[in-house]
């Protein structure tokens, strides 16, 4: 199975971001976009 950079990428902010207890959603949100954008204009 070949998985693609930014669904890898996606994986492992959510995977991350998911065992902090006092994040919420739409910063989850807003920080997965930003960092997708960040590592597409790399």
Do not use: Y
């Amino acid at each position: 199975m070949n998985i693609r950079p930014l669904t890898q990428l996606r994986e492992m902010i959510v995977t991350a971001l998911r065992s902090q207890t006092n994040i919420g959603k739409s910063f989850q949100s807003f920080f997965i976009e930003t960092m997708e954008l960040f590592r597409q204009a790399k």
